[in-house]
């Protein structure tokens, strides 16, 4: 099977199943005895078609003679992927892809169907650009849902809160392959000496703005294989998940709970915060997540955190003195990382989040001592589940207000209100929201 068979097969069960693209493939990957370089090719095209999809659609409905939604889902898939090759890509020939998208139609479903992809493709060749769009000044919400390929619903949100420029920014930003973003563990090493490894493998890096010891790659060598990160002297993860552990601002002895603890980035950041000297619970109800949890733990070699499997709306202990509840959430700040994630949340969604949300919250809020602090953070730029959450639970539990994030972290990740706000148009990190909450 060659990488561009492979993306039809994930295109089919990512449409036939409930599950996210990055498992879909990870699965698939492990099972294909496929080079470094075809991974990379099947992982490219396939993240790309599903980022791309609305533009994608627009060429095909364009280019199709006759009702394409009747046409059989493998010819579909086999247009957006040629489509995408043609459009975004140029590591083979425009007449390499089409011919290998002739022989698959011609496999899948005869010669009818090679002829009729052919035909698309070729006319796509001579015409791509006389393709009308929707017209940016008219109609500026399809325009972008089109052109940049976003659910209309989420566009008409966003232009109704940021305007259509910045929109449009936000929009390109997370269209983006993002950099690599790593957290050094000074407990094991020095971000010097991690820069200076990743040199020796021609990596370029740069650090953070925002937290000292992060670092932004472009690439890296197989982790699998790379023995600095297999012992534990850095981890995978983005500056903006790191600004919450910041502004918890953990001490040695504290007793913490993080109450949603998969995928287990932020617990191990407060342990080395910490110097691996505290007593920090982490709780998820997922008993395999909670496993993955413990082998990075152990890989960092740190010591000073409990599993816990439960229910972290029902969970209770003795009083602590911080917890930080990274709540579930629809991960519109993460786009660029969670390509399929635009295309599988609906506003009914949200609303249902916002429910989970406060309930975590609420609960966080009862395990706390006096002069406890408490840290509410998503990886969403969405009101509703952020300061909407927020401003809802101080009105119903008035012993609780807002330490400013700005004491804690650059004030250019902060607002008027307060809050950590990170876009990734504004910040070049993920999209994310933090807020300290102090007991009185």
């Known amino acids: 099977m060659s990488p561009r068979q492979l993306v039809i097969k994930l295109l089919d069960r990512l449409e036939r199943t409930d599950a996210y693209a990055n498992l879909i493939l990870e699965k698939e990957l492990r099972e294909q005895k496929f080079s470094e370089e075809d991974k990379a090719l099947a992982q490219e095209i396939f993240f790309g078609i599903i980022r791309w999809r609305n533009r994608l659609d627009w060429f095909i409905r364009n280019l199709y003679q006759g009702d394409v939604d009747k046409s059989p889902r493998f010819v579909r898939y086999i247009l957006r992927s040629s489509l995408y090759q043609l459009t975004f890509m140029d590591k083979n020939p425009d007449y390499a892809i089409i011919n290998e998208a002739v022989k698959l139609a011609k496999v899948k479903g005869g010669p009818y169907w090679a002829r009729k992809v052919n035909a698309i493709l070729r006319s796509f060749q001579r015409n791509e650009h006389q393709i009308d769009l929707p017209d940016r000044t008219s109609n500026p919400v399809e325009y972008i849902s089109v052109y940049h390929s976003y659910p209309v619903w989420l566009v008409d949100r966003w232009v109704r809160r940021y305007g259509i420029d910045e929109t449009i920014l936000l929009c390109q930003a997370s ?234 972290v650059s004030q250019d990740v902060t607002d008027s209100s307060g809050f950590i706000y990170t876009f990734p148009h504004r910040h070049g990190v993920d999209g994310s929201f933090a807020v300290r909450m102090i007991k009185q």
């Open 175 to 408: 269209n983006k392959n993002p950099e690599l973003s790593l957290r050094v563990n000074r407990l094991k090493t020095s971000t010097t000496e991690i820069q200076d490894l990743l040199s020796h493998f021609n990596v370029a890096t740069t650090r953070s703005n925002y937290i000292e010891n992060f670092i932004l790659a472009e690439r890296l060598p197989n982790l699998n294989q790379f023995k600095p990160f297999l012992q534990g002297k850095f981890s995978i993860q983005d500056t903006s998940a790191g600004l919450a552990c910041i502004l918890l601002n953990p001490e040695p002895n504290d007793k913490i709970i993080d109450l949603c603890a998969a995928p287990g980035g932020k617990t191990s950041f407060l342990a080395e915060l910490m110097g691996d000297r505290a007593s920090i619970l982490a709780i998820d109800l997922n008993k395999s997540r909670l496993n993955r949890i413990k082998q990075n733990l152990d890989r960092l070699g740190l010591k000073s955190v409990q599993l816990i499997q439960a229910d972290g709306t029902q969970f209770s202990c003795q009083k602590v003195d911080k917890v930080i509840v990274d709540a579930p959430c629809s991960g519109f700040g993460v786009l660029a990382k969670r390509v399929d994630l635009r295309w599988k949340r609906t506003p009914q969604q949200i609303k249902e989040l916002t429910i989970l949300q406060f309930k975590l919250l609420t609960n966080a809020a009862t395990m706390l001592k006096s002069g406890g602090v408490l840290i509410y953070c998503t990886c969403t730029i969405e009101p509703e589940e952020n300061e909407q959450i927020v401003e809802k639970f101080l009105l119903k539990n008035e012993e609780f207000y807002i330490d400013s994030a700005s004491k804690y």
